[in-house]
């Protein structure tokens, strides 16, 4: 089944306490991206990469980092998350310049 | 910089009414067009998109959008809601790679 899996899909952590989010997508896309989802904001871009090892920062990047050093795989990296990082996140995969496919979401609380 | 408006916040319905969701976007250049919907506790799903071509596409479940180019617009339309469309819907535009949303429109429908 094609599908872009997100781990953990629930995360409770303290400021300043490392932690990376998992996303992969078995689909060969080319195209990944993270989002976070606000209430009344809609989706706002973090990062997104174009393929292996080619990563740029989207609307939101601040606290955030990424890497793809995998095709499949596209990880989110709070160094020192901070309670205004609590949030819902979306990674998504798309061929070039076609529809986004979205994971299931992960929500973040940072106390 | 791209950007997209969507003109209602929070649309109440009966069921069987039609539902119309205004969408205007920002952007000079050659865009794709999308509207994905989210229902409660769910992860985004596309419900249609535009490239090029018929100017009024149709999706899934009974929607249909219809991309007005000298306005910028792309709004949403359903000739008859049904309580299951209860969601949030999200207008969305992207160039070649960079998908931008707007704030979002949650849709309650009332049985």
């Known amino acids: 089944e094609a599908q872009v899996t997100q781990n953990p899909r629930y995360l409770i952590t303290v400021t300043g306490k490392k932690l990376t989010v998992t996303c992969s997508q078995n689909m060969n896309h080319e195209y990944m991206s993270w989002y976070r989802q606000d209430p009344g904001l809609g989706l706002r871009q973090i990062y997104y990469s174009m393929n292996v090892e080619v990563t740029d920062k989207g609307d939101v990047p601040e606290g955030y980092k990424v890497s793809r050093k995998e095709k499949r795989n596209f990880p989110l990296i709070l160094e020192s998350p901070s309670p205004n990082q609590t949030s819902l996140y979306f990674c998504?995969?798309?061929?070039?310049?076609?529809?986004?496919?979205f994971g299931p979401g992960t929500r973040l609380t940072v106390l | 910089a791209q950007s997209v408006s969507q003109h209602n916040h929070h649309v109440i319905l009966s069921e069987a009414a039609s539902l119309e969701l205004g969408c205007n976007y920002s952007?000079?250049?050659?865009?794709?067009l999308f509207w994905y919907v989210q229902y409660p506790g769910q992860h985004l799903q596309l419900l249609l998109k535009?490239?090029?071509?018929?100017?009024l596409v149709k999706g899934i479940k009974g929607f249909e959008a219809e991309f007005i180019k000298s306005k910028f617009s792309f709004n949403l339309r359903k000739p008859s809601v049904q309580w299951s469309d209860t969601a949030e819907y999200f207008c969305?535009?992207?160039?070649?790679?960079?998908?931008?949303f707007g704030a979002g429109t949650t849709v309650t429908v009332r049985a």
């Open positions: 998504a995969s798309s061929s070039y310049g076609d529809t986004q496919y």
């Open positions: 535009y490239f090029s071509g018929d100017p």
């Open positions: 952007y000079g250049g050659t865009v794709n």
């Open positions: 969305a535009v992207s160039n070649d790679y960079k998908l931008s």
